[in-house]
Each structure stands twice: as C-alpha cells, then as structure tokens.
C-alpha cells in the first residue's frame, strides 16, 4: 500500500468551530489532493498540490482552504465548519498528475461530522 | 455540464457468473478512463486504465471496454466471487490535465455465494 496516513480518521466538531485535517505521505509524489465524498456523488475534488506551496482550486473548494509547506504534507481547513460540510475526506497522492492516466493513490479517509 | 453516471442501485450477481458494470459520460471526451475499487471505510483503489484508442483492456478476471462513439465504458468481472464484493468507481480522464476532476458515484457489486 501506498504510503498515505490521514488523521484524524474520525471527527466531530460544532458549526464555528476550525478544522484542520492532514495528509501525510511517505512516497514522495509530487502531487497530492483532496476529495470530499458524500452518499449519491461521486468524489468530489476541493484542492489539489502540484509542488510545495503550489495549490489550485477544485470544483467544491468554497469553505476550504490548503497549504502545503512540505512535499509530505497536505493540510485542508475548514475555516469556520458548516454542516454541510459533514463528509468523508479523501487525501490522494500521484507521482505524475493524472495527465496521462496516471493512477491516484488514497489515504484512509477521514469522517467528520459537524453539529 | 460534464456528467459521469453510473448505475446507482446495487449490482446482485451469483457466484461464478459475469458481472457487468456500466459508466456513461456526457459533454466529455476524456482520453483515457481508469475504474477503482472501494470497499466500506476505505480508499478506492486503482483496478484499471483504458486509453481512448483501446477497445479492450484485460486483467486476470477483469475487463474494461471504451466505446468513444457511444461514450460507455464497460467494466467486467469474470467467474465472480464474493471477495469482489466492492463499490466500482469510474473516472474519465481528460488530456493534459493533472487532476480528476470527475468521477462516478459508483455502483455497488454484491455477489452472492
């Protein structure tokens, strides 16, 4: 398996409240994302990291920002949580992008839930 | 807009038979279309790759077909058994582009002994 732990695995927080979920990697790809994923949908992409400090927009990013100091990690914050917010959240991580095919690799996910 | 479907009722097949899982696109000419594997509280996982000049693409029990003309991709599990068991999910892949933006919700395979 993919070198890929997120933590916490499990969260409950109250609406206001900030949140900062982690993606750590130990495979040293260069890109890493983050998904949410609800009942019904498909992965939803929030941000994605191609490069230290080097972050863009996915189509559900509002409510959510990233930062990326290190190749190994990648944070996601929920600045003030929202109960629509309440999801599981998928890190991935991809030597080479998905341009051409290439293939992603996930992380555990972490479910957070937000009163 | 772009859209990925699948079938979203469960899949029901019996041990030992063929299950056949379908992923639709519309307004979308992706140039390759990967299927992953999920299982409950985890990750998906990477099955397979079909490039858009490929027709077929085999994997042990599993086959993949891409039909641009009829914007289908069609995943197969030969001689099943319960341990494929999994939700499938498809993602089409458009050139140049280095992240995915798009997947399907995914179709869950029950197979029954």
């Known amino acids: 398996d993919a070198g890929i732990t997120q933590s916490p695995r499990h969260k409950v927080t109250e609406t206001g409240t900030p949140v900062t979920l982690r993606c750590h990697q130990t495979?040293?790809?260069?890109?890493m994302y983050w998904y949410r994923q609800d009942p019904g949908h498909g992965l939803r992409l929030i941000h994605y990291?191609?490069?230290?400090?080097?972050?863009d927009k996915g189509e559900v990013s509002d409510g959510y920002s990233v930062s990326r100091s290190k190749t190994e990690d990648f944070l996601l914050t929920l600045e003030s949580a929202t109960s629509s917010q309440t999801s599981v959240y998928f890190c991935a991580i991809s030597d080479l992008g998905t341009s051409g095919g290439n293939e992603q690799f996930f992380g555990p996910g972490t479910r957070l839930t937000v009163l | 807009s772009q859209k990925i479907e699948q079938n979203s009722e469960a899949l029901n097949i019996q041990e030992g038979k063929t299950a056949t899982l379908t992923c639709n696109y519309t307004n979308y000419s992706p140039a390759y279309l990967q299927w992953y594997r999920q299982d409950p509280g985890r990750g998906p996982v990477f099955l397979l790759l079909i490039r858009e000049n490929e027709k077929e693409k085999r994997k042990e029990r599993l086959k993949v077909t891409f039909d641009t003309t009829l914007k289908q991709s069609l995943f197969h599990i030969t001689a099943s058994q319960p341990a494929d068991s999994a939700t499938y999910l498809c993602?089409?892949?458009?050139?140049?582009?280095?992240?995915?933006?798009?997947w399907g919700a995914g179709t869950k395979l029950i197979i029954k002994p």
């Open positions: 495979e040293n790809h260069r890109y």
């Open positions: 990291s191609y490069g230290v400090k080097d972050t």
């Open positions: 993602a089409p892949i458009g050139t140049g582009s280095n992240y995915q933006l798009i």
